[in-house]
């Protein structure tokens, strides 16, 4: 099979198209053929060898897949041969293994019956930013319904997930983000109103959004830029819950101790196996009832990886970018 391959650290050049053998499922695993695989920041910051995470050399990158079931391993019950799953967190990085590549194995746990009415390039969409986005709201902030959401940087593949897991879930939603069109897109998933974080005064909008009264949650997915105009933003008792950052940022934290504020960290390596099940649940439930629909801006083709890495770290995303084998 063809497979995505990291043998050094580096830009995005590293990720080289290889042939490699095809990988087996050993007990308690699936075997996926892969028809679209996810493109997420982490996964370009993981090969320059600087990330706090760093797989064994070499690997196949690529947490996120959609594709059909080829064959699965010993005490396998939940998937069978010729099912369209969506993969979240392939549990192995040889090579071979990643869902960057024909084929993936991944543990049974990791896939997920995609419903009909899903596309494999929507598939894979689902995994790192639908359970980012859920675990920000709901398992980091606590957000409860009534409460008013920031989603600050909405237009991108987590900033989606959040405006249509908030909407759903009862919430107000304000959403930014940096194009006409990609607004467009944020408003017709669930945002109540949205703001161009390019202009001037973005922050006078989001305040006019929300009857000058302060947000109760933001989900910043730019802390290295917003987080101390964040803070400004913030309703007594607000949290803010860092997704993205690519950098120091000096804050004044009497902006956060006038409101009891908390600014809340998550990364998707912390979350328990407890988490995971309910962030699953909850994914796999608006799936089928329809309240989540995952928006594909760009599909590439398998070869292109590196460049679809050097994309995904571009400011104006609209949805989310897949690899197609």
């Known amino acids: ?7 050094e650290f580096g830009g995005p050049e590293v990720l080289k198209l290889e042939d490699v053998p095809d990988p087996k499922p050993g007990p308690g695993e699936v075997l996926v053929r892969i028809r679209a695989a996810g493109v997420n920041p982490v996964d370009a910051y993981i090969h320059t060898g600087t990330y706090a995470r ?3 050399l070499p690997y ?4 996120d897949g959609a594709g059909d079931v080829v ?3 010993t005490d396998v019950t939940t998937v069978k041969p010729g099912d369209r799953v969506w993969v979240a967190g392939p549990g192995k990085t040889t090579v071979g293994a990643g869902t960057y590549a024909e084929l993936a194995v991944c543990l049974a746990f990791q896939a997920h019956t995609l419903p009909g009415r899903v596309s494999f390039a929507q598939g894979a969409a689902l995994g790192v930013p639908y359970c980012t986005a859920y675990r920000a709201l709901f398992q980091r902030a606590g957000t409860k319904p009534g409460e008013t959401v920031l989603v600050h940087g909405a237009t991108g593949g987590v900033g989606i997930a959040a405006v249509e897991l908030a909407h759903a879930r009862g919430l107000r939603v304000i959403g930014t983000g940096g194009t006409a069109e990609g607004l467009a897109i944020v408003r017709e998933h669930g945002a109540d109103a949205t703001v161009n974080h390019r202009d001037a005064n973005y ?5 006019r959004a929300n009857d000058g009264r302060g947000v109760d949650v ?8 917003n987080l101390d105009r964040d803070l400004s933003l913030l309703a007594k008792d607000g949290r803010i819950v860092t997704v993205g950052n690519r950098g120091r ?7 956060a101790m006038g409101r009891d504020a908390a ?9 328990s196996d407890a988490d995971f099940v309910e962030i699953h649940a909850a994914i796999i439930a608006g799936l089928a009832n329809g309240t989540l629909n995952p928006v594909v801006g760009r599909e590439m083709p398998l070869a292109d990886a590196a460049r679809a890495h050097q994309a995904v770290m571009e400011p104006g995303a609209r949805g989310k970018i897949v690899l197609t084998p």
Not at 1 to 7: D, Q
Not at 60 to 63: L, R, S, V
Not at 263 to 271: E, K, P
Request: glycine residues 6%; without cysteine.
């Open 218 to 225: 933001i989900v910043e997915m730019a802390a290295h830029i």
């Open 54 to 56: 760093k797989p064994p």
């Open 71 to 73: 064959a699965i391993g």
């Open 249 to 255: 940022i000096e804050i004044n934290p009497r902006d």
């Open 203 to 207: 922050t006078d909008d989001i305040r």
């Open 1 to 7: 099979m063809k497979a995505i391959i990291v043998r």
């Open 263 to 271: 600014i809340l960290g998550m990364t998707l390596f912390n979350v």
């Open 60 to 63: 196949t990158p690529g947490f």
